[in-house]
Nanobody, 122 residues
Framework: VQLQASGGGWVQAGGSLRLACEDS????????LGWFRQAPGKEREFIAAITWNGAITYYADSMKGRFAISRDNAKNTVYLQVNSLKAEDTAVYYC????????????????WGQGTQVTVSS
C-alpha cells in the first residue's frame, strides 16, 4: 500500500473541497481506508473510514454532516468531500489504510499517506 493524497489548498470559509488519495499498491480494494487531520498544535484526529467495498462508512461524531468519504476501487482512490469549510478545518489531512476494519483503522492505521494541506481563510 502506497498512499498519495492530493486536493488540498487554500479556500475561503463556506467553500468546499474534495480530497483524493490514490494507492499505487496492489491490495487497495481489500483494505479499509480513512482520513485523519492534524491542525497546528493539536493531535491528529480521526475523521472517517470506509470498508473495503464501500458499503459501510464510519464517522467521528464531530465530523458528521459536513464530511463525506467514498471510494472508487477501479481507480484505487478514496475521497473526502468537505463542505461548508470553516477556519478550524485548517489542517494537514492524511489518508490511511488498515487491512482489517474501519474501527481498527480508526484506532491505529497500518499505513499513512503523506498528507495534504488545507487552509481555510475567514
Amino acid at each position: 500500500v502506497q498512499l498519495q493524497a492530493s486536493g488540498g489548498g487554500w479556500v475561503q470559509a463556506g467553500g468546499s473541497l474534495r480530497l483524493a488519495c490514490e494507492d499505487s499498491g496492489r491490495t487497495f480494494s481489500s483494505y479499509a481506508l480513512g482520513w485523519f487531520r492534524q491542525a497546528p498544535g493539536k493531535e491528529r484526529e480521526f475523521i472517517a473510514a470506509i470498508t473495503w467495498n464501500g458499503a459501510i462508512t464510519y464517522y467521528a461524531d464531530s465530523m458528521k454532516g459536513r464530511f463525506a468519504i467514498s471510494r472508487d476501487n477501479a481507480k484505487n482512490t478514496v475521497y473526502l468531500q468537505v463542505n461548508s469549510l470553516k477556519a478550524e478545518d485548517t489542517a494537514v489531512y492524511y489518508c490511511a489504510a488498515h487491512p482489517l476494519s474501519t474501527r481498527a483503522l480508526r484506532d491505529k492505521p497500518d499505513y499513512w499517506g503523506q498528507g495534504t494541506q488545507v487552509t481555510v481563510s475567514s
